[in-house]
């Protein structure tokens, strides 16, 4: 267990590793298609520098500064060099739309903004009008840095050191914003203390497993956004920890997979999609090569020398038989050698978070020699919650409660936590914050379950929130009711929980339907011809394209499957009301579900 240090801010880090090792390799940074070391040293010193240009450009001790760009090795000199002189960056996801860029923005009363390019600087001035706070626009790719850096030049060093200095652990770090899900995103208040905590507590207790092998120089490559909490925690978590960072701004395995195999990160913190995508490629290969069969019973020893092992750890078997070890030692060359090269050849466990995982999937991983360590985690609580200990780890689960936090299952099963990774409260928001936090703890909002060893198991959401296996939490309200503003559209109910992306089904108002059929020539049709019909189809996809309009890329509808009948109260599946009831309808067209994700 760690407790937040008593003093300084998340800058300190950075100059006190330059003091101590200046040479050490602490990033690693692309340029011209190669990857080049940063050390302890070159790090402090730009940090500095863009301190100093930021202050000089009229940045002040608590101004909270908007940073809009991918996952970029920019991002974190601009956090570290923000934090320096005291003050907040706030994060912004490239993909978002200019209202909800707006409203973080004028919520917050950012002062200055970076963009990564052009396009984003487009959306920042699309609302900047109602932006009065809002003073400076940097854009990385127009070379900003050079020129914060010259006009630093003149600024003492120590001028830095004391905005510094002034910097407390209960300083506000960051303001990162919900996903709105409840109405308009909420800002999330999070200071030095939360972040120094949450980061050295991964650290000290899973430190061990950021290396491929004992002794070896522990590195990670970053394809988080850096928008999202986890990201932000792994960026300060690698910092403090000397693990050497690398950032990867495109999550499309074309750059991905070229950049981990050139990398070759010794752990890696991701998503479940991420190992989706690993495992399916795999897959593809195999019967492209005409070896599904083998393909097939190599996770299927994977899965069971897993669960093994797994069953040994807690003392409930003896773990593989020896026909079991030697099947799963043929494969190692053939298969699983092959799984870990698609991840840069060095990796041997991995952390997932920001949903939930196959318990399947964990264990092929882990059969194919990457221990996946799932945990669980908010915004409001700094990234991770809880998480799988090194030691043991019990797939299907989010593992216990990081050291030093308490998990507690509330009488209507909602998850609470408590801790010193917990938030400050939301922003301008007294009454939400109020509705979350009581005496310290945190209501999640989430549904769960304790084990009798203190694992978690995320069982559901208080509100029905989506969050696709990329980490993304989308509101699926405003979706569905722009969908139904179509005059065809009965009802639409959007999906995507635990999947890469957000579907919908949809139904159809039968009296507008016979109406447009008449309009355009064409015969009544029976349900289930009527479904099938290309031009009715590309009415739907219209109403489709519509509602996409109100959210960035990743919360947006993908695909969707037009159904021949409605969803109704007789059939359980609606409320007296009329609502839909989402998992109810899910159970009833699991099958069309599925069908939207292959």
């Not at 699309?126 to 626009?137: A, C, E, K, Q």
């Not at 949450?198 to 207790?205: A, F, N, V």
């Not at 950032?247 to 070759?264: I, K």
């Not at 309009?519 to 009544?524: A, C, I, R, V």
Request: net charge negative; proline share 5%.
């Amino acid at each position: 267990m760690v407790t937040a240090p008593q003093v300084g801010g998340l800058a300190d880090v950075v100059f006190d590793h330059a003091e101590d090792d200046p040479h050490r390799p602490a990033l690693g940074r692309k340029k011209d298609g190669r990857w080049h070391d940063v050390s302890s040293g070159e790090f402090r010193d730009e940090v500095l520098a863009l301190a100093k240009g930021l202050l000089a450009d009229g940045v002040r001790f608590g101004d909270r500064v908007a940073i809009m760009c991918r996952t970029r090795y920019e991002w974190t000199l601009f956090d570290f060099a923000l934090w320096a002189v005291g003050a907040q960056p706030i994060p912004v996801y490239p993909t978002s739309s200019a209202e909800q860029v707006f409203w973080m923005l004028y919520d917050s009363e950012v002062t200055a903004c970076m963009v990564e390019h052009e396009d984003h600087a487009m959306t920042i001035g699309s609302v900047i009008d109602r932006l009065p706070n809002l003073r400076r626009l940097w854009q990385l790719d127009a070379g900003v840095l050079d020129e914060l850096f010259a006009a630093g030049a003149q600024v003492d060093d120590e001028v830095v050191h004391r905005h510094r200095r002034a910097v407390t652990p209960d300083s506000v770090a960051t303001v990162i914003y919900t996903s709105g899900t409840t109405g308009r995103p909420k800002g999330c208040v999070i200071t030095h203390a939360n972040l120094m905590y949450e980061g050295d507590t991964m650290i000290s207790r899973w430190e061990p497993v950021f290396h491929s092998k004992r002794g070896d120089e522990a590195s990670t490559l970053l394809f988080l956004p850096l928008a999202h909490v986890f990201g932000r925690m792994v960026e300060v978590a690698t910092v403090r920890g000397r693990v050497k960072l690398g950032h990867q701004p495109e999550l499309a395995a074309r750059a991905l997979l070229p950049d981990l195999a050139a990398f070759r990160p010794t752990f890696i913190l991701a998503v479940p999609y991420i190992f989706e995508k690993v495992f399916n490629a795999a897959r593809r290969k195999a019967e492209a090569d005409g070896k599904s069969g083998p393909f097939e019973k190599a996770v299927d020893v994977a899965v069971r020398y897993a669960e093994a092992m797994e069953h040994k750890a807690f003392g409930m078997g003896p773990g593989p038989s020896a026909g079991l070890r030697m099947q799963h030692q043929f494969f190692e060359k053939v298969v699983y050698s092959k799984v870990r090269d698609a991840l840069g050849g060095r990796v041997r466990h991995a952390m997932s978070g920001g949903s939930g995982m196959d318990r399947r999937l964990g264990l092929f991983f882990e059969g194919a020699g990457v221990t996946i360590y799932e945990g669980y985690g908010l915004t409001e609580s700094s990234a991770a919650a809880t998480a799988n200990p090194p030691e043991r780890t019990r797939y299907g689960t989010v593992g216990q409660p990081i050291p030093g936090s308490t998990v507690h299952i509330a009488d209507d099963g909602e998850v609470w936590v408590y801790g010193q990774n917990v938030f400050a409260g939301y922003l301008n928001s007294p009454k939400a914050t109020d509705a979350v936090l009581n005496d310290g703890w945190l209501a999640t909002g989430d549904l769960g379950s304790l084990d009798e060893d203190g694992y978690l198991t995320i069982t559901g959401r208080k509100k029905e929130i989506l969050v696709t296996s990329g980490g993304k939490s989308v509101s699926p309200a405003a979706l569905e009711e722009r969908v139904r503003a179509h005059p065809l559209i009965a009802q639409c109910l959007a999906v995507g929980n635990d999947r890469p992306y957000i579907a919908a089904l949809v139904t159809l108002d039968q009296e507008a339907v016979e109406h447009w059929l008449s309009m355009h020539g064409k015969p009544s049709m029976a349900p289930a011809a009527l479904v099938r019909d290309p031009d009715l189809e590309t009415e739907v996809r219209r109403a489709v394209v519509a509602a996409n309009t109100l959210v960035s890329q990743a919360e947006s509808i993908r695909t969707f499957r037009i159904l021949a009948h409605q969803f109704s109260e007789e059939h359980g599946l609606l409320t007296p009301s009329l609502k839909l009831k989402r998992k109810a309808i899910e159970t009833a067209y699991s099958d069309e579900v599925e069908a939207l994700y292959h």
